[in-house]
């Protein structure tokens, strides 16, 4: 739907009242029939009072559990004062095992029957890091002979060019240098996506299919939360457990110590540890996006 239009409706239902906007609204309602009215007249989530949002939060629960037989909890988790997240990746020891790509499809609730997830694992040969020529298909035993492995996903980029080209500012960079996106306010017009240098943007063709026995209940508004059809989401750093001081989900899946995460601001953690004594590169350093997500190799 057209921003603006987005908008004009907004406006319009609060000016006609529920019932009539409701009405008035019918013959373009399967624009989103999975949206209540509620949700499409919903403020952006930086305009939401504490009342509006934990009332929002509320609905979302009681509606993922009808609609997938579970209880969750889903919370509102700000950015902490003094931190700036950062990601680096050992590509020694990296064996294109795929297990942070799995642990991030359990715990993100990715859609099953598509095998989602936000991060892809090229398999690239040795002396090159032509990105286009990376295979994310393989399926043959790995380590394979000439090859290493690169993870790809969210860069968390300072120059952002997804939060450029959103026209609704569904997107932007927080204070601790994640990305997030308001899910209930995308309008899925898919512009970020094509703008991403990395391919780190996923739509959601269709409802995610989650059983309630796999539905990972502790969420966040901004993070996991199983997002609806029609929409563009995206890696957090898994902001529901980074915030509160645990790791990434893929990073304690990686069986070979592979991944480094940290506070930026924190000289004495392991990510600046890794900055000041490692030979460090950011992917497609020539576009300008400065990520916070850095590779490097042993030696």
Known sequence: MDPKRRVTLKVLGATLGAGA??????????????????????????ELSKADLE??????????????GKKVSIRDVRPQEGVEFGYALNLSVCIGCRRCAEACHIENNHDRSTNNSYIRVLEMKQGSLDLEHGNADYDHAVPAEGKFYLPVQCQQCDNAPCVDVCPV???????????????????????????????????????????????????????????????????????????????????????????????????????????????????????????????????
């Open 21 to 46: 906007f409701a009405r008035a609204l019918a013959p373009i309602w399967d624009w989103g029939k999975e949206q209540s009215l509620d949700e499409f007249l919903q403020k952006h989530y930086q």
């Open 55 to 68: 009332q929002i939060l509320r609905r979302l629960e009681a509606k993922t559990e009808k609609e997938y």
């Open 169 to 299: 500012q569904a997107t932007w960079k927080e204070s601790d240098g994640i990305v997030v996106v308001d899910y209930n306010w995308c309008i899925g017009c898919r512009y970020c996506e094509a703008a991403c240098p990395y391919h780190a943007r996923r739509f959601n063709w269709k409802k995610p299919e989650i059983p309630a026995d796999e539905v990972n209940p502790d969420q966040a508004y901004l993070s996991n939360r199983i997002r609806p059809q029609g929409v563009v989401e995206k890696c957090t750093f898994c902001l529901h457990r980074t915030r509160e001081g645990k790791l990434p989900a893929c990073l304690e899946a990686c069986p070979t110590g592979a991944r480094v995460f940290g506070n930026l601001l924190d000289p004495d953690s392991d990510i600046r540890w890794v900055l000041e004594n490692k030979r460090v590169f950011i992917l497609k350093e020539e576009l300008g996006t400065r990520p916070r997500f850095f590779y490097f190799f042993d030696g």
